[in-house]
């Protein structure tokens, strides 16, 4: 779309010259949005791969690290079986991010929200049949990727909240930075804002989730699957409400 032109007029109201205005970018989520979103996030993330690293033995739905590794040291120690369960997760894991880029790309990230839900209910649907397993299998992979790729940028800030490693580099980064420039060094760059506290809250956010997880499997807490659904019900709501507004 082409910017709107405007005319300055001359001392008889002609007009002589042309300014087009700039395309203004969008307004960055203030770190408190990004705050609330990222903790509710981590805390799925965390919940959801502690039920999938219990059910799946061993496995985790969102880790791919840790699957990569466990897949290597499969292969060198001839487990076929182990070997074939960790490919396939891999491959869900990458096949719905890929999938669920193209639908952030189309319809935004609130759909994504609403995806994630269903596939928690097909989860907890699936308990009381004799394809759980199969569906924990194929579904947890694809719920936290379509979680990582739907929601990746807060108030400017590259977060992946499945991944808690890159948040602790990130958030260590970013102090170190504020730590220098307190020191006097001039020569670095001021962290943007929110750079510190929103990977820490996401690292934090998944660790309470993991531990309700643990708790959830610990007390056999019935309907595992759903107790996530009031979270990504909020979240759904808080964004929509901001597309509305802005």
Not at 48 to 75: K, P, R
Request: aromatic share 8%; charged share 5%; hydrophobic share 55%.
């Amino acid at each position: 779309m082409r910017a709107p032109v405007f005319a300055l007029p001359t001392r008889y109201g002609a007009p002589t010259t042309e300014h087009t205005m700039p395309d203004m970018p969008p307004a960055l989520p203030a770190v408190a949005v990004s705050a609330r979103r990222i903790l509710v996030l981590g805390i799925l993330a965390g919940y959801v791969d502690a039920l999938s690293f219990a059910h799946l033995g061993g496995l985790f739905a969102s880790a791919m690290t840790g699957n990569t590794t466990h897949l290597s040291a499969a292969i060198a120690h001839a487990n076929a079986h182990h070997a074939v369960l960790l490919v396939c997760v891999l491959a869900i894991f990458f096949g719905a991010a890929f999938v669920a880029s193209l639908a952030r790309l189309r319809w935004g990230s609130a759909y994504g929200i609403g995806l994630m839900a269903c596939l928690l209910l097909v989860v907890q649907a699936a308990q009381s049949g004799s394809h759980a397993h199969l569906t924990e299998l194929v579904l947890l992979p694809a719920l936290m990727a379509v979680q990582g790729e739907g929601m990746s940028r807060f108030s400017g800030n590259a977060i992946q909240t499945v991944v808690i490693t890159s948040n602790m580099l990130k958030c260590a980064s970013a102090l170190a930075a504020a730590l220098a420039i307190r020191c006097g060094a001039s020569n670095v760059a001021p962290p943007p804002a929110g750079s510190i506290v929103l990977p820490a809250l996401s690292w934090g956010g998944f660790a309470c989730g993991a531990m309700l997880g643990a708790l959830a499997l610990l007390w056999h807490a019935p309907l595992p699957f759903l107790w996530p659904l009031p979270w990504l019900t909020i979240l759904y709501v808080d964004i929509r409400r901001a597309k509305s507004t802005g």
